[in-house]
C-alpha cells in the first residue's frame, strides 16, 4: 500500500470523529485501532474509486454503484481491495436513500481487508461528515502551529543562556519527545539530550547523518529515515563546517520539522564561524591595534563612536565556555566578547540599553569613547561586583556625583593617591566595594568571593593604616570620593 500524500495540516484521528455525537457514526468492522488517522473526506460512486483517491481518505458513499447481485460474486472484495489499494483510511457507508442497512458482505469484505467501515445513520449528510472532517483538521492545526510557535520561542531562550547547546538540544527533546544529538565534523557526539535510544536506532542515526554532512555539491541538508518503533531525522549545520544535528523520536507529527529546521538553525549560529564583511573588519581592527594604532582610529571599523562595556557571570557554577560567551554577545548584539576566567566581556556600540539575560548576571558601564575603553572596563567590573551582591540580574554603572565635577582632574587624582597610599590594592577594592554595598559585611564578602570574617580584618587593617574612624560618615564620603577614582 502506498503512503499517503500527507498534508501540512495534522490529520484528524478517526476516534475523535466517530466521538462527534452530532454525526452519530458508528464504527461496524475492521480493526478499532485508535491510531488511526483521516487526511480528509471524499465522496464517490465509483465502483473503482482507485484513480480518484490520494491516501488517507475517509471514503464515503451511499452503495449507488452496487450492483443487484453483487452479493454472490466478487464485487465487494474487489470494490474494497481497491481502496486499500488506493491507501484509503476509512469507508463510510451511508444508509439512505438507496440501501436500508449496510451489505454484509461489505462488511465481510471490510473485515477481511481490515479497512474501517463506518455506517453513517440517515438524518447525517455526507457534507455534515466532511465540514466536520475539516473542523477538526482546522482545531489540530491551530494547535499544532501555538505548539511550534512555543517551541520556538523557548529554543530561542535556550540559545541566550550560559549553557546554549546543551540546553537547545534539552528543549528540541523535550518539544518532540525523543532524542536530540550534536555530530562534529569527525562524526563524534558533541552533546545529546533527551531520551536515550536503542543501540540500532543510535547506528542508524549516526549513518544518516553521513548523508548530510558536506561531501560535495548537491549534499542534501536534511534526510530522514522510518521504522516502526522509531522515527530519524538528521540536518547539516552552517555553511560546509561538518557540525550535524541527529533527532530520533518516536513519532513524526507534522511540526517537528519546522521545530527541529529552528533548532537547527540557532545551532549553526552557536557552532559556525562566522566569515563575512564584518568579521574581517574585526580582524584588521586586531591587527592595527596590534601594531600601535590608537583605539579611536580603530573604532570606525569595530562599528561605533560610542560604547559600552558589559561584565557577565553565569549564574550556574561553571565557567562560561566560548559557545556560551559568543551566544551571550549574540543576544546583546555584538561579537566583541572576551572570556577572562569567570567573567565574560562584551564591547558593544551604544545604543539600546542592553537587557537582562536569562542566566547572566550582567555589570554595565557608562557610555564611553575609545578612549575611555579601559575605564568604562573597570566600571563594568564594579557594577557586576554590586549585581552580584545585591542578587540583580543587571546594574548600569552611575553617573558621576555633582562633587566630581567641581574638583580639576588633577587635583582630585592627587588626594585620592595621597588619601589611599597606604592601602595595598586589595585592601583598597575591599573598602571600595564595602562603601558601596553601605558597610555590609555579608553582602560584600558575596561580592568578593571571600568570608565575611576575611571583609572584617580588611576593613579593621584599612581603618588603622588610615588612621580614619570609619564610622564617621565624612570620612566615609572622602573615601568614597577618592576610590571612585578610575
Not at 389 to 410: F, H, I
Amino acid at each position: 500500500m502506498p503512503d499517503p500524500a500527507v498534508p501540512p495540516t495534522p490529520p484528524v484521528p478517526l476516534a475523535a470523529l466517530l466521538a462527534r455525537e452530532d454525526l452519530g457514526l458508528r464504527q461496524i468492522a475492521g480493526p478499532a485501532d485508535p491510531s488511526a488517522v483521516v487526511h480528509w473526506a471524499h465522496t464517490s460512486e465509483m465502483a473503482d474509486p482507485y484513480p480518484y483517491l490520494l491516501g488517507g481518505e475517509l471514503l464515503l458513499t451511499a452503495g449507488v454503484h452496487i450492483p443487484e447481485a453483487a452479493g454472490s460474486g466478487t464485487y465487494f472484495d474487489d470494490y474494497v481491495s481497491r481502496i486499500v489499494a488506493a491507501g484509503g483510511a476509512a469507508l463510510g457507508f451511508g444508509v439512505a436513500p438507496v440501501h436500508d442497512t449496510v451489505p454484509r458482505a461489505l462488511v465481510a469484505a471490510c473485515d477481511s481487508y481490515e479497512l474501517p467501515l463506518i455506517e453513517v445513520p440517515p438524518r447525517t449528510t455526507f457534507s455534515a461528515v466532511a465540514r466536520a472532517v475539516w473542523q477538526l483538521m482546522a482545531q489540530a492545526r491551530h494547535a499544532e502551529l501555538r505548539r511550534v510557535t512555543e517551541a520556538q520561542q523557548s529554543l530561542a531562550a535556550a540559545a541566550s543562556r550560559p549553557d546554549p547547546v546543551p540546553s537547545v538540544l534539552r528543549q528540541l527533546a523535550q518539544r518532540v519527545g525523543g532524542w536530540a544529538v550534536l555530530y562534529g565534523p569527525d562524526g563524534v557526539e558533541v552533546a545529546a539530550a533527551g531520551r536515550q535510544v536503542g543501540t540500532a536506532a543510535r547506528e542508524a542515526l549516526t549513518g544518516l547523518t553521513e548523508v548530510v554532512r558536506p561531501s560535495g555539491p548537491g549534499t542534501p541538508t536534511s534526510a530522514s529515515h522510518a521504522t516502526a518503533d522509531v522515527h530519524l531525522a538528521a540536518y547539516s549545520l552552517g555553511a560546509g563546517h561538518g557540525f550535524v544535528l541527529g533527532v530520533a523520536a518516536p513519532q513524526r507529527d507534522p511540526g517537528d520539522h519546522t521545530i527541529a529546521s529552528v533548532a537547527a538553525v540557532l545551532l549553526s549560529l552557536l557552532t559556525g564561524e562566522q566569515q563575512s564583511g564584518s568579521g574581517a573588519a574585526r580582524s584588521s581592527a586586531l591587527v592595527r591595534l596590534l601594531l600601535g594604532a590608537p583605539a579611536q582610529d580603530v573604532a570606525p571599523l569595530l562599528g561605533g563612536e560610542q560604547w559600552v562595556v558589559v561584565h557577565a557571570r553565569p549564574d550556574t557554577l561553571t565557567a562560561p565556555d566560548p559557545v556560551a560567551a559568543s551566544a551571550l554577545g549574540a543576544a546583546l548584539g555584538s561579537p566583541l566578547v572576551d572570556v577572562a576566567r569567570e567573567v565574560v566581556r562584551v564591547l558593544l556600540p551604544a545604543g539600546p540599553e542592553p537587557a537582562p539575560q536569562p542566566g547572566w548576571t550582567l555589570g554595565v558601564s557608562a557610555v564611553a569613547g575609545p578612549r575611555e575603553w579601559a575605564t568604562a572596563d573597570v566600571q563594568a567590573g564594579r557594577a557586576l561586583a554590586r549585581a552580584r551582591a545585591t542578587r540583580a540580574g543587571l546594574v548600569r554603572y552611575g553617573a558621576r556625583p555633582a562633587l566630581a565635577d567641581l574638583v580639576p582632574e588633577a587635583d582630585a587624582e592627587a588626594h585620592a593617591r595621597a588619601l589611599l597610599a597606604p592601602l595595598a590594592p586589595a585592601l583598597a577594592e575591599t573598602l571600595r566595594t564595602w562603601l558601596s554595598l553601605h558597610g555590609s559585611w555579608d553582602r560584600t564578602a558575596v561580592a568578593l568571593d571571600v568570608h565575611r570574617n576575611t571583609v572584617r580584618q580588611r576593613i579593621a587593617k584599612c581603618a588603622a593604616l588610615l588612621e580614619r574612624d570609619l564610622d564617621d560618615p565624612d570620612v566615609r564620603m572622602e573615601l568614597w570620593f577618592a576610590l571612585r577614582r578610575p
